[in-house]
């Protein structure tokens, strides 16, 4: 099995290629432009494989794009290539605009560009998933879940993007017939999230001694997943998946944000005691304009129609990723060093 995946530099995309190169031993191309979110230290379990290679470039370059497609001949192709931040989004929605509408759709030309000239089997074969959010249906009240049919609803420029990329790849399918398939995640969190996110910022900052930013009042609710179960959800959409299907993947584990931040801190003073409790650091500031009260996903039909079910639950995974940064500073000390989010004015970790 051949496939590329974009965006495999980043948080997401990163463990996605480290459990199909490592796991399904899969070869895989991975293209990332490496903007401040990327990095290459991420793939470093992979970087001698022989079945994985780098590709460094832009989505929205599409003579790269062609390129790229024709050389590797891949059997799938997983867009997660996107700028994720919801508080830059906010500051500057240039590049989001940029990449996430015209990079997808730059990359849904020549995706079909590839796929118009494959000869059966290889055709029938061939399967585009692009990877998005829950957030572009909006926001939830105390009760309901966010099902395939719920209407979309951004409120940030990020989700906005988000919305209209999930369009156009809905769109190739039901215009020219490509085998797309969509999917719509919860919050992820685990390894290698880069520190300007609300659990390794919290994580980060704790163990500096520094405070712990929470927007509001810390009560909005978010519905988190293991990145490793997302992972593995994608590969199991992609290969099980029906085409022109929309697939939302969801750990059924809300949390509202202060009681995230309350948890890493006790678990981090249990495993590394320090002279006051952590969540004395606990700042709240100012919230972000526009900021969803709450999200939460009904995965069932991941579960029930491709047996799907996330491994992990919140305490396990929280345990489990508070213990990785606690033992590899030497990936997000780099990060931390050249972090520019305080220039740009973001004052908390993004949940
Ligand atoms: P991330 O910001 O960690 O990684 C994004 C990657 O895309 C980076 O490596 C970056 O260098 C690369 N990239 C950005 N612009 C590019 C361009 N123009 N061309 C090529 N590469 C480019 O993001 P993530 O959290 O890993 O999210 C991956 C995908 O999953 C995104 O599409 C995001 O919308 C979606 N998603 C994220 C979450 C979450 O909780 N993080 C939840 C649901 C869905």
Not at 49 to 61: G, Q, T, V
Not at 90 to 95: H, K, R
């Amino acid at each position: 099995m051949r496939v590329i995946v974009t965006g495999g530099a980043g948080f997401i995309g990163s463990a996605l290629v480290r459990y199909l190169v490592l796991e399904k031993r899969y070869d895989v191309l991975t293209i990332d432009a490496l903007t401040y979110a990327g990095c290459e230290a991420s793939l470093s379990v992979v970087a001698n494989k022989p079945s994985h290679r780098f590709l460094k470039a832009n989505i929205c370059d599409r003579a790269a794009m062609d390129r790229a497609i024709s050389d590797f001949r891949p059997d799938r192709i997983m867009h997660l290539a996107a700028e994720s931040h919801v508080d830059r989004s906010i500051t500057g929605a240039a590049d989001f605009i940029q990449t996430n509408m015209v990079g997808t759709f730059t990359l849904l030309e020549a995706a079909r560009a590839y796929w118009n000239e494959l000869q059966a089997p290889a055709k029938t074969a061939f399967r585009f998933l692009h990877v998005s959010t829950d957030e572009v249906y909006g926001s939830l009240g105390d009760d309901g879940l966010f099902t395939e049919t719920t209407p979309y609803d951004p409120s940030s420029p990020y989700s906005a993007s988000k919305a209209a990329s999930d369009h156009l790849a809905k769109a190739w399918q039901r215009t020219y017939g490509m085998p797309i398939v969509v999917s719509n995640c919860s919050n992820n969190y685990g390894p290698y999230h880069f520190p300007e996110k609300l659990i390794p910022l919290t994580i980060l900052n704790a163990l500096a001694g520094k405070p712990l930013p929470v927007y509001g009042k810390g009560d909005n609710v978010r519905d988190w997943l293991y990145v490793d179960d997302h992972a593995r959800a994608l590969d199991i959409i992609i290969e099980k998946g029906r085409v022109g299907e929309t697939y939302n993947v969801g750990g059924r584990n809300e949390r509202r944000n202060i009681d995230v931040v309350r948890r890493i801190c006790a678990v981090l003073d249990e495993l590394l005691p320090a002279d006051a409790p952590r969540d004395e650091l606990i700042t709240f500031v100012t919230d972000r304009p526009g900021h969803d009260a709450r999200y939460a996903i009904d995965a069932s039909k991941l579960e029930d129609e491709l047996s799907w079910r996330a491994a992990e639950n919140f305490d396990t995974g929280i345990e489990k990723t508070v213990r990785w940064y606690l033992d590899n500073a030497w990936w997000w000390q780099p990060l931390r060093d050249r972090y520019d989010g305080e220039r740009l004015g973001l004052n908390a970790g993004s949940p």
